[in-house]
């Protein structure tokens, strides 16, 4: 086991303007546990908002954590000291969404990609320059392109490069946040190629953040499905994909695109309004308020998450 979550809280205070003088707290992510086996991928799926990208940046010390665990390879990373911090970041590392928002315009390729190690203390700049242009040809560029900057790439290469820069370090971990998701479906596919083949040539283990099923399908071999900042269901590909036991999970899954024409017109839940704020979550099950199935202690009582079978846990009053 590589990767352990315990119990992560992540609290925002926000508000202190001129005319909100009280500061609020939101509990963006709120006490949610999982782990990640070596070599694995884990797919954390939710709507914009459900606090799945804080996890990730949270775990990676982007955000400081409220409370809770990480343990990567035995190692509490939240106990770490800076210097201990920065050592170990070498062997994790993060893939943002908007690569036009990652990578610093004016530094061409090689000047990005070699950076970590640079700041890593990992090897000198005769060895980078080998370094940078083999890892570029592993992500699919062209030596020609370590000259180039950011500007003169397609959305796709652009997230190439940001997949180089983070692999440069040769990571054991690697959180994915929506990596494909700024990108033009025509090259969403090939992205996603590109990481399935470097989780197995590398032995990466992934958290994989997306807002959508079919991806984590294609990615994962678990999943974990999140709302307002709490997990709600908890299981291995097959037997969410196979047996969806959450009313929220059942939505998500109804509204993934099938390509099969027998199944287009199977029954499809769409979720009523929008996510509630997490200033001000629902009391109970705070999904409720757009259940489907809620029934009446729904809102007063919240459900804790359940062993139903191996390797499937699910939070929900129905399954008590
Ligand atoms: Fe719906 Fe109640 Fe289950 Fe929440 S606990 S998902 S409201 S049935």
Do not use: W
């Amino acid at each position: 086991m590589l990767i352990k979550v315990k119990n992560l809280r992540k609290e925002f205070s926000v508000g202190g303007t001129l005319f909100q003088t009280e500061r609020e707290t939101v509990k963006a992510v709120d006490g949610i546990s999982f782990d990640i086996k070596s070599g694995a991928a884990l797919g954390l799926v939710g709507e914009s908002g459900s606090g799945k990208t804080t996890v990730a940046k949270t775990m990676l010390r982007l955000h400081e954590p409220t409370s809770g665990e990480f343990i990567f390879d035995e190692q509490s990373v939240f106990s770490l000291l800076p210097a201990e911090l920065r050592k170990l970041r070498r062997r994790m590392q993060i893939v943002h969404q908007n690569p036009n928002a990652s990578l610093h315009p004016r530094m061409t390729v090689m000047a990005q990609v070699s950076r970590p190690l640079k700041i890593q203390g990992i090897g000198d700049k005769s060895t980078h320059e080998k370094q940078v242009l083999d890892m570029l040809q592993r992500v699919g560029l062209n030596p020609e392109h370590a000259r180039r900057y950011p500007h003169e790439f397609s959305g796709g290469q652009k997230q190439r490069i940001s997949i180089a820069r983070a692999l440069i370090t040769n990571p054991e971990f690697v959180a994915l946040d929506e990596p494909t998701s700024a990108l033009d479906v025509s090259v969403q596919a090939q992205v996603l190629q590109l990481l399935r083949r470097l989780q197995s040539e590398l032995n990466l283990t992934y958290l994989f953040v997306s807002h959508d099923l079919g991806v984590i399908r294609y990615m994962c071999s678990e999943v974990a499905v999140m709302y307002l900042g709490n997990l709600v269901e908890y299981a291995t590909k097959p037997k969410l994909f196979a047996n969806p036991l959450h009313p929220y999970t059942q939505s998500l899954l109804s509204i993934v695109p099938i390509p099969d024409p027998k199944l287009r017109h199977r029954d499809r839940k769409m979720l009523k309004g929008e996510i509630p704020s997490p200033k001000n979550p629902p009391k109970g099950c705070r999904f409720h308020t757009r259940c489907p199935q809620v029934m009446e202690k729904c809102k007063s009582i919240e459900p804790k998450m359940k062993q139903i079978e191996e390797g499937h846990q699910v939070a929900c009053h129905l399954y008590e």
